[in-house]
């Protein structure tokens, strides 16, 4: 074994050896890959071995399609057979609401280059010989499904790396992980020792041990998974007769089941209700090739709705239940990228479906760590959206509800409850005695809207419950003034004699005067959009940024990395050491006016104005913006103060009707000024002219922001998409997001998000279009739930077009 290595791969299951051939494949070959025993002797080998394309978030989808695309390439490369069978599938709907579902899953395909069509139950029934098509009202063909062999693609991937140049090392145990004085990381073995530049933690069923020897408590459960395989069925040796084909996949969502053709049998599998963790708080170093005692009893109920969608199964006996133990993270997606705090330790690991994942998960960490940059939005995927709030007893909650949940409907207005309340704010209760329906976001609760009595959410896909009582709020907003709790925002400060130029340099904007905000693009190398700030100026006392609280640990890692070595700058999250209120509308001003002695006339605040003033009694620091494109401020106050400042607005307002608004309010109002969010319209693959902030680059400033040499290059070229809003001529349902743009009858763009704007009486869409169609009026249509909706362009902010209310 080696003593040094630019990379060690911890761990030899398919993500491990797929990490270890593409860092090979991109030109990095002293790499080296370690594991306790054989290959596979994880979660690998006993996979039920199924890939597919499909995933909820369209980034992660084309990760899986490039998966499936790479098994030819790996298994040419090494020699080695990879068992692929594409022998395509279905997924089927038992309910109405499902078959909606699946209508989006079909959307998305047109623009993700994945071929799908929506057939009927009879339709399936002839792909798919098995399936009572009476149980069912509609599915899809999917032709990009298959399954394969885990070993051997495991094994090609291993061999493909190391006539490339990598090396593997079996049963070679890592023992210990210690960084040395020079940043350079010490890999201790049962074998010896290994000093590596970068340690990649694909460590599968032991990720969490892997990644305490650096002091690193990774959200990451293991579950017993059970799938059955029966034995030959008359059924199947007659379907591969007659058409000298196996039987393509089924997945049965309403069923929560997965299955497809075992040689002469068929395999089915199950995410049951009553699923049980294994090795709860540490996994065993000696567990290897063994399997868990099967529990048939607890996966009964879904055979027995299975044996009724598939009546044949009830005339065949079952010749082996596997029960083995995968990863989970909390939202089911894997966790890949940089650890903020621990330069060269990267993760990859709580892929569930490694055989979907894996080659898009190397793929990512492989630029990752050779070019700076995953070349893909992978947000979904980076271990960046957990912070410390996701413990484990968290983690144990969250992955037993995804797990139960694997196959279920999740709605775009529904809140799942694992693992809440965690983090809440002063006012919690306060606002939860005034009907709040909570979500989460980063782990905190945040007011959605509010209920009158008697009143809570009905799932769906279309308006519901609380349409009526959402309008009350917006208009609330533009009629007079509301308040909001905005703690959910990510706050940061920054100090030091060299902070204003190291902001100047990370950030893409000219940096405002004391006592002064402005918008703040911060972009990447390559000129596209890794954040979206407001950036104040508060003269001695530093500076203060705000921006999306689910990227606080993504910006945080980005900010860190490039902080100078000399102390100069010192940059702090605040995260609920300072929380938020904001108040807008026309009548915002009387309302602080009353509630403070500092001057807020607008001459003496006038709009993007920041200073501290007092709340009643409360310390506050107060910004005049709001994201409702309304008169409106923000105010920040120590949590002690929080409850206090609250009920002096609320007092104050009281005579000019003040109400409470939550985010789905939010949500309709600053779709009327076409404004963006981060996650949705500003995502790191588009640059600032695509994505509308071009204006708020200061691209003549004196200092050599990051990526400014690539905006000005986008900007000449200039770039290849425009973000628009649309007008929808929709019918009892909004868009969300994902759903694709039509234009002269063929897909064009993806929508971003949107709803249903409630001052205009108009559902709006926001999405990127080609430029080269970007200013045409008509012509667009938006598909919605199966249907094709007229879509007009709306260049002006229905709200305010001319910025005049939230200047006044």
């Known amino acids: 074994m080696k003593s040094h290595a630019k990379v060690v791969v911890i761990g030899g299951g398919v993500v491990g050896c797929s990490v270890l051939f593409h860092l090979a494949r991109h030109g990095w070959t002293d790499v080296v890959l370690l594991e306790r025993d054989e290959l596979t002797s994880g979660s690998t080998w006993h996979a039920a071995g199924g890939m597919h394309t499909i995933n909820g978030d369209p980034n992660v989808a084309k990760l899986q399609k490039y998966t499936i695309n790479l098994y030819k390439e790996i298994e040419e490369l090494s020699g080695q057979a990879t068992g692929v069978h594409l022998t395509g599938g279905v997924l089927l709907a038992a309910t109405e609401a499902r078959l909606d579902w699946l209508r989006g899953v079909v959307a998305k395909g047109r623009y993700l280059g994945i071929e799908l069509e929506e057939i009927s139950p009879n339709e399936a029934a002839e792909l798919m010989p098995l399936l009572d098509p009476k149980q069912f009202v509609g599915a899809v063909r999917n032709k990009e499904d298959g399954h394969l062999d885990p070993s051997g693609v495991t094994h090609a991937y291993a061999k493909a790396a190391r006539k490339l140049g990598a090396e593997v090392e079996r049963f070679t ?24 530049e970068h340690v990649v933690n694909a460590g599968g069923l032991w990720a969490r041990e892997v990644g305490r020897m650096v002091g690193l408590e990774l959200p990451v459960l293991a579950m017993e998974h059970m799938y059955l395989i029966t034995e030959d069925m008359p059924e199947v040796a007659a379907w591969n007769a007659k058409t000298g084909t196996e039987i393509i996949h089924a997945v049965d969502f309403d069923g929560e089941l997965y299955l497809r053709q075992e040689r002469g049998g068929m395999l089915m599998g199950t995410y049951e209700k009553a699923n049980k963790p294994w090795s709860e708080f540490q996994t065993p170093w000696n567990f290897g090739h063994e399997l868990l005692a099967p529990d ?39 966790l890949v990228g940089p650890v903020r705090g621990l330069p060269g330790f990267w993760v990859a690991c709580g892929v569930m479906a490694g055989f979907s ?66 983090k809440t704010t002063p006012v919690y209760e306060l606002l939860s005695a005034r009907g709040a329906q909570w979500g989460v976001a980063y782990g905190l609760e945040v007011p959605l809207w509010y209920a009158p009595e008697g009143v809570k959410d009905e799932f769906s896909w279309r308006r519901s419950s609380d349409f009526t009582q959402v309008a009350k709020e917006v208009a609330t907003v533009r009629d007079g003034v509301g308040l909001s709790e905005i703690s959910s925002f990510a706050k940061y400060e920054v100090t030091g004699e060299g902070a204003a130029a190291w902001l100047d340099r990370m950030l893409a904007c000219k940096l405002p005067k004391p006592g002064r905000m402005t918008l703040a693009p911060m972009l990447k190398q390559d000129g596209r959009l890794i954040g979206d700030f407001t950036l104040a100026n508060l003269g001695e006392d530093g500076w203060f940024l705000a921006g999306s609280g689910i990227a606080e640990q993504y910006h945080m890692r980005w900010f860190e990395k490039h902080l100078p070595d000399d102390g100069s700058v010192r940059i702090e999250a605040l995260g609920q050491k300072l929380t938020g ?5 026309p009548k915002a001003r009387d309302v602080l006016a009353k509630a403070t002695r500092s001057d807020v006339s607008n001459a003496a605040f006038p709009f993007m104005a920041i200073g501290r003033m007092d709340i009643g009694m409360a310390p506050c620091l107060v910004g005049r913006v709001s994201y409702t494109g309304d008169l409106g401020y923000e105010i920040w106050v120590a949590p002690e103060y929080q409850r206090a400042a609250f009920q002096t ?55 050599d922001f990051i990526g400014k040499a690539a905006a000005l290059a986008e900007r000449k070229q200039g770039g290849k998409l425009r973000l628009r809003a649309f007008i929808v001529d929709a019918d009892d349902a909004d868009v969300i997001g994902d759903e694709p ?28 279009v080609p430029k080269e169609i970007a200013d045409e009026s008509d012509g667009f249509e938006i598909e919605l739930l199966g249907k094709r909706h007229a879509a007009r362009m709306q260049p002006a902010p229905l709200f305010d077009a001319n910025f005049e209310r939230m200047r006044a």
């Open 173 to 196: 145990k890592v023992e210990d992980i210690v960084r040395r004085a020079d940043g350079l990381w010490r890999v201790i073995t049962n074998k010896g020792e290994v000093v590596a």
């Open 296 to 334: 048939i009893d607890r996966i009964a109920p879904s055979l027995e709705v299975g044996f009724r969608h598939f009546p044949a199964f009830q005339n065949t006996g079952i010749k082996q239940i596997i029960n083995g133990p995968f990863t989970f993270a909390p939202d089911g997606n894997p």
């Open 357 to 422: 994942q894996g080659g898009g998960v190397g793929l990512a960490l492989s630029n990752w760590m050779i070019e700076g940059d995953p070349g893909a939005d992978i947000w979904a995927m980076d271990v960046a959206r957990y912070g410390d709030w996701a413990t484990m007893a968290y983690t144990n909650a969250k992955v037993r509800e995804n797990y139960s949940r694997r196959f279920s409907i999740r709605f775009p207005n529904e809140e799942l409850p694992a693992g809440r309340p965690l």
């Open 581 to 585: 209120l904001s108040i807008a509308g």
């Open 649 to 703: 607005l609320t007092a104050a307002g009281e005579e000019f009707g003040i109400g409470l608004f939550g985010s789905r309010a939010l949500n309709a109002l600053r779709l009327e000024k076409n404004y963006g969010s981060w996650g949705r319209e500003y995502r790191p693959i588009y640059g600032p002219l695509e994505a509308g902030l071009d204006r708020f680059v200061a691209y003549g400033k004196d200092a």
């Open 741 to 768: 743009i039509w234009f002269g009858g063929a897909v064009r763009g993806w929508v971003t998000s949107g709803g249903y704007a409630h001052h205009s009486k108009k559902s709006v869409a926001v999405g990127y």
